[in-house]
């Protein structure tokens, strides 16, 4: 068949599933170059083009999308906020946005929410009822509550609360065959998920306090917990439309420590020892950042760590002095400045973009690799390694205390071959020190090859199985988590 043919029967396939979705979506369908433009990116460094954007207006446009994309054999990727950073939300079909799914209900112990609530519009709700739902991305406020499920989010606070999948209690989702499911509640789709996980090969779940990598199925002990199959699948299990989340009193009174090392290796040595202190947070910013911060550090400071603590203020601090082996250059108990210096950690990503060329800017590959604290030391001394062996540099911060660290590549932007070893040599270290190849970020277009390799053969086929389950047509965001392709360099914008 002739490029032309071929051309001709898109335009006309194109043409005729907007036709369809017009006439059985009550919500808006946009096929013009402007949408499809915009739906084409997020904030990672890939750009896919959809077919069609569909902004569904309640839950049977949810189900007619999915049946029609079965009709037109193309897929349907729901979209939050599209603050990713490795490609999850975006695919070649149709591009399903719930922005209009934003209601909150806010309950004693938890709230129930649409997952086109912004994080920002439900921390404002609860405030009022001095309440907050701890996972809390660098994002701030422009992040969704689908996508933070979609992911398995957190930030800075979940050494203490955890991810988001230990803070939802029930999902309600639209599964690929546009069949409605509201877990744990269903007692027979729970029990078909408990017969499939127990089957986990636990040796080989990475080690750490958190993993966005893959399906949760370590996290699956009895039938009143399947609603974590859900979380961090991107989209490719059901399209979440509500959720009940924990929620937590708001502390009365914080503490923030900041604290400067000479060395990386002072630093994450002596984070292990804070860690025993029960902080609510430590994090961690290198040298690049803190020349963005406004305070004149010592000279011969390297990084520094944000240690914070939300309850026992007082015994806290005296054994965090005991302990500390660097300078305390801060203590912060006025909400208004424990504030302005969060602002400096989460603005970290941004500060190290601006301080690197555009063309010298490597993608988001590496970025978001977590192994238990105590191995902390080894995966910087990896990293070290592939900065000598490819000439790279990098720039590094993060969740320190949870052993997850965000690193930021610096060479020759267009070196795609290069990006993709330097991912496979870090990922085999990163899996050999019992880590996760993603803490936080999830594994999308950059590492859904991975992660056949990280949980080995056995658990690869249970995730099969979990998506056969749910997805036997694979209509839902097709290419992530199960992926037979390598995409890790495909797709990467204005390369
Ligand atoms: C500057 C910056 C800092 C960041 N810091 C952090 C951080 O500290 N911690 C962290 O965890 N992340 C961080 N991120 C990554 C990102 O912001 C979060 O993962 C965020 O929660 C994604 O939300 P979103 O609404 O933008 O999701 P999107 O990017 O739109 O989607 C993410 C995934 O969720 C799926 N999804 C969305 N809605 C649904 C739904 N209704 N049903 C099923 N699946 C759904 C999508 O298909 C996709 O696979 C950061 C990003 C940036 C740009």
Redesign the pocket.
């Known amino acids: 068949m002739g490029l032309l043919q071929n051309q001709n029967i898109e335009f006309h396939m194109r043409d005729s599933l907007q036709k369809t979705l017009q006439s059985n979506i009550q919500g808006d369908v946009f096929f013009k170059k402007e949408f499809i433009n915009y739906y084409s990116v ?2 990672s460094s890939y750009q896919i083009y959809p077919k069609i954007i569909v902004i569904a207006k309640n839950e049977k446009d949810i189900s007619n999308t999915i049946k029609i994309a079965k009709k037109f054999k193309t897929s349907v ?9 490795v490609g ?2 975006l695919n070649n079909g149709i591009i399903l946005d ?1 922005k209009k ?1 934003d209601s909150i209900k806010v309950n004693k112990n938890y709230v129930t929410v649409g ?2 609530t ?2 920002g519009q439900l921390d404002k709700i609860l405030k009022k009822s001095k309440k907050f739902f701890p ?6 406020s ?15 606070r979940s050494l203490k609360y955890g ?1 988001v999948v230990d803070n939802v209690t029930e999902i309600t ?1 639209i599964d690929g065959k546009g069949i409605k499911h509201t877990l744990p509640k269903n007692k027979i789709i729970s029990k078909k998920i408990l017969d499939i996980t127990k089957r986990t090969e636990f040796k080989k779940i990475p080690k750490v306090t958190k993993n ?1 990598s893959g399906y949760k199925i370590d996290k699956i002990k009895t039938t009143k917990d399947t609603q974590n199959i ?1 979380i961090g ?4 299990l ?4 509500s959720a009940k989340l924990k929620i937590n009193k708001i502390p009365k009174n914080r503490i923030l420590f900041i604290i400067e090392y000479k060395t990386i290796t002072d630093a994450v040595k002596n984070a292990i020892q804070i860690n025993d202190t029960n902080p609510s947070a430590i994090e961690f910013v290198d040298k690049i950042t803190l020349k963005q911060i406004k305070f004149s550090f010592n000279k011969k400071t390297n990084c520094i760590l944000f240690v914070e603590y939300d309850e026992k203020l007082i015994s806290s601090e005296k054994k965090l002095k005991k302990i500390v082996t660097g300078k305390i250059i801060k203590k912060l108990n006025k909400e208004l400045d424990i504030f302005q210096w969060w602002k400096y950690r ?1 603005a970290s ?2 500060y190290s973009l601006k301080s690197i060329k555009k063309e010298k800017r490597i993608p988001h590959i590496i970025e978001d690799s977590a192994v238990p604290l105590e191995n902390l030391l080894k995966l910087f001394t990896s990293l070290n390694k592939i900065n000598k062996k490819y000439k790279t540099r990098s720039i590094s911060y993060g ?1 320190v205390g949870n052993g997850n660290i ?1 690193i930021r590549l610096i060479s020759d932007r267009k070196r795609k071959q290069m990006i993709k070893n330097i991912a496979i040599e870090f990922f085999d270290e990163v899996i050999k020190l019992d880590g996760t190849i993603t ?4 594994d ?1 277009l950059a590492r859904s090859e991975f992660i056949k390799k990280q949980y080995g053969k056995k658990n690869y086929q249970i995730f099969k199985e979990i998506k056969k389950l749910f997805d036997p047509n694979n209509i839902l ?1 097709p290419g ?1 988590v199960i992926s037979k392709k390598s995409t890790i360099i495909d797709n990467l914008e204005n390369f």
């Open positions: 997020d904030a990727t729901v979209r939050g906020a599209g603050t990713g950073l999850s939300a719930l799914f997952p086109g912004l994080k996972p809390n991305p660098s994002i701030g422009f992040c969704s509550i689908g996508g933070m499920i979609g992911n398995n989010s957190s930030g800075s991810s989702f966005s859900i699948s991107e989209g490719t059901g399209i979440i439309i989460d990503l941004h969740h965000h803490a936080e970020h999830g999308g965001n992530k």
